[in-house]
Every structure is written in structure tokens, then in C-alpha cells.
């Protein structure tokens, strides 16, 4: 493992000793507050401040009293998994005046609280803004009045204050995903995929209302998710006679022999005169057009609810620690900020220049700016409205280009969830670019077994919701047979390759660009995605399928702990998959509070081993009932899942007793989750867009020839961006032997799980204390929002 060079910053610099931070949640609940209230609550006393609870929102802060708690350690157990705010949110109308603001600064300066941790949405945020500006006018009033001495004035001088946005909407300006929009997602699709069999069973359209007010990001990237058939959003209102439009693509998508439609309203949809489009409405239209048997379900505050996704818990276990360290790196002179999700990262932004950004994306609405305003929504939400309109809507043969190429597209390795969803919509974007496509079943065995054939629009039609790989997927590696596979290309004049699959696919591309010095037929493009539940392909921070088997992990964990609710103390031991990449382990332990997580790239001994079991005893005696230690499947060849499970028995003695569970395949299996639903789509289209470009590029004398580094690549998100490497340059930074990348950026993300389980250790902020700007719009290559 890389060890931290000397530029680092460690936080034992950043001392929280004489500070006193509070916490709040506002508006509207989501799923993820209470793992973002306890990563404050848990940073914030590491570093030795005193942290409190404000329940009830500003209504707690005004009324005082009772409802602003200190918080301890133990008083945020057990709420990782806990959908909605423990602590409660209200909206309040007395904060509104400047009365009550007046009442909250008191009762703040009573328990000597400058520091305050907002998690809500941008009305929430705007509010703590206004206090923040008022605070030392609010003060000298309170002097004035006789409530505090004159020398509170000084000691209390200014009040700090940092955001987390915490809605399912996803309607805040400056960050990808804020804390409940994946959970809801999640609702939203279970409801989706469940609806789908009905529908299928009497031949019904089903009208879907999702929530989302003025925003339409639910609606799009659930219609993206689930392949809808029809969408309909604020930002973009469908052009007049769009009637008439969605009745002929409904009518259309039933002759081709499907059985079910189903259409995604936004609640606050309108059309171009601004006259709302309600699902009434839709279903209306659909019944006296059409006749077809339409049903609408609205699914209301379902989508509020529920246990918060894995991607939630461990967006709101970064954003929490990171706006501790932002409250503890302030001044005086620093401007409110929120901690926001860019890419793969988190970042600072001045909180005003996001809701001043979030507020014009409403005028621009109000004014039919509607080009606009999807523009400022941002470059991710514009990518799923022009991928959705690329794969939902079929151009009529007459208006394709015509390529006269052949692309072929295979899925490599273990099968993993999202790769469907990855081949559907390269097949669709391939036919919308001209292309023939091809599928080739069962990886490289089927290609050289001659397993290839044309696949069409409507044969990839439902493929999105569907777990596992539906071409079918081997791990046979092409180098045997790259004389049979080289002659099957002949023989179906194959001119570019795309190929879905995990480690495999990457040493396949590796040897079919060494095979291109024999062969010709290589000398093509050639593009792989990553996907693989392992997530231990170079060159690409996230593979298709991780985020599903995350969430399998993070679900049975949770039903595992909950297993001893009410018993004696007990400890689980449990085993994920994962080769010898322990991305798996570690981040699943993150997302489900485990005490610890044992990887290979973080070699352990019985030492270790030892001072976890002495920790856990400690823990168990003071406050804890259960505790949950993972370990990756080969971490270790000595200490295995047997050894560590009667270690932890035998030690524990009269304290807690263990048990055991091996995940095994239940992690590779399922429906995926709507994060690699929309990943694989989206990266995919990206890739066929790649090809169609090196395919015009390098076709020469009517024949294509591309022999080139940078014409055989992965397309991988790295930090902030999406990048297509050259396989070739990414040997480098591989280790062949363990089947892992050398360098891992979940390695950071260790130590945060350590803090969190009440562990001493260093942690790297050397990504941290940039207080950024907030961008209209990203340049197109520093993409990284495709992810969602």
C-alpha cells in the first residue's frame, strides 16, 4: 500500500478542543440525515469538540430548552440504517422573522454553540445563511436587552456555518447527488420493476407519479432506469401536439409485440404554456386515444421512506466528516459553504453562489427558458435527458445515417449487475449512429465458436431491470484461439469491438492489442467498460455492478445485526467476495457501520487481530450490543473467516459470542440497483460514441485500420472525470498477480470507517479545505456526472 508522503496533511493538526458544534436537520426528511448526523456527531468528538443536537430543525433552535441536547457517542448507534431524521425536522415560520432568529441566537450563546451543521434543502441552507449574516447585530441586541453580557459579544463573535443537502430531489445547483436521492430511486424502481410483471400479465399501461416538485431529476433517471416508454419533465415541457406524438410511440412500442407501456410523470410536469400535465391526464389521453387498459399509481412519500441506500450512507458518511473539518479549517472571514459530490469527490462550494444558481434555474422555468434551464441543472442532468431521448425514441430507418460498420459487443468474466443495461444501450445508440450490431454469446468461447449474430432495437427491449448477463459470459481468455477468433471476424466483417466484463475483459483487450502484430483483423477499435461486482479494474475508480452488490451486503448486514436484537451481546462475522480486492469489504463496512474490515492491501497480524478483539470487548461493556466485523475472502491465506470467527469466540468469552456468515453469491446476483442501471447505460452510450468517432477517423481506402495506442481503450471514471486509456498504459499500474490496481482511492476512505468506530488513527485531508467555485458547466471531458 502507497504510503502518505510528507505534503499530507493529517487532522491531528486541526484541534476541535474549546469548540461547540451543533447539528441540525431541516425541511423535508431524506434517507441518509441520520448517517450524516452521526459522521458529525462521531468526527466532531474525535476531534474533541463538544457536539449537540438541535431537534425539531429551527424550531428547536428557537424554542430551546429541552430540544438542544449534547450528544454523546453512543446516542447515535444504531441509526446508520434508520430511513428519515431521529432528530427530527420541522419547518418553521418563526425562524422567518427576525423575532425568532433572535430567540435561536440566545439559546445558541447560552451553550456556547458558533458552529452549526445544516443538513437540509436550499430553503433550509438560505435561512442559516440570513442568521449567519445577522449574527453580530443579533448579539448586540441581546446585550442591549440584558439576555448575555457584553463580553459574550467578543467570545461569540462570529457563527460558522456549513451545508449538507439533504432532499430526494435532487434539485440543489452545485452537487451531483445530495443525501436521499439514491434511496428514493431505489423506492422508486422497486415499485417499477414490481409494477412491470403486472402490466405484463393483463397487457396494461401504467402511469407512474413520482415526486420531485419543480424537479424533474426523479422522473428522468427512473424513466432512464427502467426503460419507460414516455417521460415527462418541468424542465423540458414536450413541444405541442405531443399527444398525438406519445400516442404513436405507444402504439408503435405494442405492434413490435410488447405487452406493457409504462410513462413517468414528474409532479410538477407542465406543458410549454405552463399548464400542469398531471397523471389524470395522461391516463386519460391514453384510454381515449388508444382504448388500451391504463392504470396510475402515484407513489407519493413511499420514495421518502425506507432504509437509505448504500450510496447514501456513505455520501452522508463523507459529507458529514468533511464539514466537520470544513467548521474546524474556518475564520471569520470564510464564507458559509456547503460540502458537495463532484464525481467521485467531495468538495466545498460557497453555499449562496448554489442557491442563487438553484434559484435561476426557477426563473429560467418561469420565463420558458427551458434550453436553459436544463443547462443550469448541470452537465449530469443533461446527459440523462439526451441519453434517455437517444435510447427511448427510435429514428425511423429513412432519417439514420448509414456507417456500413460492423460493431460487436460481448460481455467477459463473471457476470455482474448492469451489464444488460450496458449492452442495451449500446446496441440502440449503435443502430442510432448508422451501425450494424452484432452480440456475441457466452464471451470469447462463443467467439471463436462462431456465437455471433445481428441483435436489433427490439430485441434488447426490458433488458435494463434484468440481473446477471443476458448474452451469457465466460472467462476464457482469447489468446488460445486468436486465429479462430481473428478468422470469425473475417468472416462477419467485424470492424470495431466493445466489450462489458470485469479483470478478464481488461487482459483480453490486453492480448488482442499484442495479437494485432499477427493479425489485422485486431487493428480495429476497441473499447472496454468495466463491470464487475469486484471493482478491481484498473484505470476506473467504479465498475458496473459494485453498487449493487454493495447494497446486497449492506442489506444483509443489517438483517444479520438485527438478528440479535434483544439478545446478549454478539459479534457477526461475515465474509464478502472480492478476489483480493478488498473495495467490497471496506466500503460495505463503511456503509454498514462494522467495527472492522480485513483487505489484503492492508496486511494484518495476530497483533491486530488482538487489539480489534480487545476494542470490541471494550465497546461491548460501556455501550454497544452488537458489533460487525467483515473480511475480503482472501485477505489473508492464515487468518480465515474460521480462524478470526473461533479468535473472536474465545476471546470474547463472557463478554459477547460470535457467529459467522459467507455472503457468497448473493452478492453477484439480483436486480441491479438504479446506480449501475444508469452507469452502464451511460458510460456505454459515451463508448459508442467513442467508437462511431474512431471508426470515421480510421477508415482509410475502404477498409478500416486502426493500430494505434489510443484505438484500444478503457472508458473509467476517474476522480472527476471519464477518460478512455489506452489498455496498453495502464499495465503500469497494474499488479497481474493479485488482480488488482496498485493504487486504490477507497484506501482513504479506511480510516473513516476506523474514526467511525470509535478507533484512533490518521486520517488524509490532503484532499480537503479548497473552497471551490461553483461552474455553469463542466467542460465535456471533465464529465464525470454521467455516474448519475
Not at 74 to 87: A, N
Not at 201 to 214: C, I, K, N
Not at 590 to 610: H, K, N, S, V
Request: with cysteine; glycine share 10%.
Amino acid at each position: 500500500m502507497a504510503q502518505p508522503d510528507s505534503k499530507k496533511i493529517f487532522f491531528e493538526n486541526l484541534s476541535g478542543a474549546g469548540k461547540a458544534i451543533a447539528v441540525l436537520t431541516s425541511g423535508g426528511d431524506a434517507q441518509g440525515m441520520n448517517a450524516a448526523v452521526r459522521a458529525v456527531v462521531r468526527m466532531g468528538l474525535y476531534v474533541g469538540a463538544k457536539v449537540y443536537f438541535i431537534h425539531e430543525g429551527y424550531q428547536g433552535m428557537v424554542d430551546g430548552g429541552e430540544n438542544i441536547k449534547e450528544a454523546t457517542w453512543e446516542s447515535v448507534s444504531s441509526m446508520l440504517q434508520v430511513g428519515g431524521t431521529v432528530i427530527g425536522s420541522a419547518r418553521c415560520k418563526e425562524f422567518r422573522s427576525h423575532e425568532g432568529r433572535l430567540k435561536a441566537a440566545h439559546n445558541l450563546v447560552q451553550q456556547g454553540i458558533t458552529n452549526l451543521c445544516v443538513i437540509g434543502g436550499d430553503g433550509s441552507l438560505t435561512g442559516a445563511n440570513l442568521f449567519r449574516e445577522e449574527w453580530s447585530g443579533l448579539l448586540g441586541e441581546l446585550v442591549e436587552q440584558g439576555l448575555i453580557e457584553a463580553d459574550a459579544v467578543q467570545k461569540y463573535s462570529a457563527l460558522h456555518i456549513v451545508g449538507m443537502v439533504g432532499s430526494i430531489d435532487n434539485d440543489f445547483c452545485g452537487t451531483d447527488m445530495t443525501i436521499g436521492t439514491d434511496s428514493a430511486l431505489h423506492r422508486i424502481i422497486e415499485v417499477v420493476d414490481a409494477i412491470m410483471t403486472t402490466a405484463q400479465s393483463h397487457q396494461r399501461t401504467f402511469v407512474l407519479e413520482v415526486m420531485g416538485r419543480h424537479c424533474g431529476y426523479l422522473a428522468l433517471v427512473s424513466a432512464l432506469a427502467c426503460g419507460a416508454d414516455w417521460v415527462l419533465i418541468p424542465e423540458m415541457p414536450p413541444e405541442d401536439g405531443w399527444e398525438d406524438k406519445m400516442c404513436q410511440k405507444l402504439s408503435a412500442t405494442r405492434s413490435r409485440g410488447t405487452r406493457l407501456n409504462i410513462i413517468i410523470v414528474a409532479e410538477g410536469a407542465i406543458d410549454r404554456h405552463g399548464k400542469p400535465i398531471t397523471s389524470g391526464i395522461v391516463k386519460d389521453l391514453v384510454v381515449k386515444c388508444l382504448g388500451f387498459d391504463t392504470r396510475v399509481t402515484i407513489l407519493g412519500h413511499v420514495q421518502r421512506g425506507g432504509t437509505p441506500s448504500a450510496f447514501d450512507r456513505i455520501l452522508a458518511s463523507r459529507m458529514g466528516v468533511e464539514a466537520v473539518l470544513a467548521l474546524l479549517e474556518t475564520t471569520a472571514n470564510t464564507p458559509a459553504c456547503v460540502v458537495s459530490l463532484c464525481g467521485n469527490q467531495s468538495v466545498r462550494l460557497p453555499l449562496m453562489e448554489c442557491v442563487q444558481m438553484t434559484q435561476e434555474v426557477q426563473r429560467a422555468m418561469d420565463g420558458k427558458r427551458f434550453e436553459e434551464a436544463v443547462k443550469l441543472r448541470g452537465r449530469s442532468f443533461e446527459n440523462n435527458l439526451r441519453t434517455y431521448k437517444l435510447l427511448a425514441h427510435r429514428k425511423p430507418e429513412s432519417e439514420l445515417p448509414i456507417s456500413n460498420f460492423n460493431v460487436a459487443v460481448l460481455n467477459v468474466g463473471a457476470p455482474a449487475a448492469g451489464m444488460n443495461a450496458a449492452v442495451r444501450s449500446a446496441v440502440r445508440v449503435g443502430i442510432s449512429e448508422g451501425h450494424k450490431m452484432f452480440a456475441v454469446s457466452d464471451g470469447f468461447e462463443g467467439f471463436y465458436k462462431g456465437q455471433i449474430k445481428e441483435i436489433k432495437w427490439a430485441d434488447v427491449g426490458g433488458w435494463t431491470g434484468q440481473g446477471g448477463s443476458l448474452l451469457g459470459t465466460k472467462r476464457t481468455l482469447p489468446a488460445k484461439h486468436v486465429d479462430k477468433i481473428a478468422e470469425q471476424m473475417r468472416k462477419h466483417n467485424i470492424n470495431a469491438l466493445l466489450i462489458v466484463g470485469g479483470f478478464e475483459a481488461f487482459e483480453s483487450l490486453l492480448q488482442l492489442y499484442e495479437a494485432r502484430a499477427t493479425f489485422e483483423e485486431f487493428c480495429i477499435p476497441m473499447c472496454m467498460l468495466p463491470a464487475t461486482i469486484s471493482n478491481n479494474v484498473p484505470g476506473t475508480d467504479l465498475s458496473i455492478g459494485a453498487d449493487t452488490a454493495l447494497n446486497a451486503i449492506v442489506e444483509t448486514c443489517d438483517r444479520i445485526k438485527q438478528s440479535a436484537s434483544g439478545t446478549k451481546r454478539r459479534v457477526f462475522i461475515i465474509e464478502t467476495m472480492g478476489g483480493y480486492c478488498g473495495y467490497l469489504a471496506s466500503v460495505g463496512g463503511l456503509a454498514a457501520g462494522a467495527d472492522a474490515a480485513y483487505i489484503f492491501e492492508e496486511p494484518f497480524d495476530i497483533r491486530d487481530l488482538q487489539a480489534n478483539v480487545e476494542h470490541l470487548t471494550e465497546k461491548m461493556k460501556t455501550s454497544i450490543q452488537r458489533g460487525l466485523v467483515l473480511r475480503n475472502e482472501n485477505s489473508n491465506e492464515n487468518y480465515t473467516t474460521d480462524f478470526i470467527y473461533q479468535l473472536y469466540s474465545e476471546e470474547g468469552k463472557g463478554v459477547f459470542d460470535s457467529r459467522k456468515n459467507v455472503l457468497g453469491h448473493m452478492q453477484q446476483g439480483g436486480a441491479p440497483s438504479p446506480f449501475d442501471r444508469n452507469f452502464g447505460t451511460k458510460i456505454s452510450a459515451k463508448a459508442m460514441q467513442w467508437v462511431t468517432k474512431k471508426l470515421v477517423e480510421t477508415f482509410r481506402q475502404g477498409r478500416v485500420f486502426a493500430n494505434t495506442e489510443d484505438s484500444c481503450c478503457l472508458l473509467g471514471m476517474r476522480r472527476r472525470a471519464l477518460v478512455f486509456q489506452p489498455v496498453v498504459q495502464l499495465k503500469d499500474e497494474t499488479d497481474f498477480v493479485h488482480r488488482i490496481p496498485k493504487e486504490q482511492w477507497w484506501l482513504k476512505l479506511r480510516p473513516l470507517m476506523k474514526i467511525l468506530a470509535k478507533y484512533k488513527t490518521s486520517y488524509d485531508v490532503s484532499d480537503s479545505g479548497q473552497l471551490e467555485h461553483v461552474v455553469r458547466n463542466r467542460p465535456k471531458e471533465l464529465d464525470a456526472s454521467v455516474a448519475m
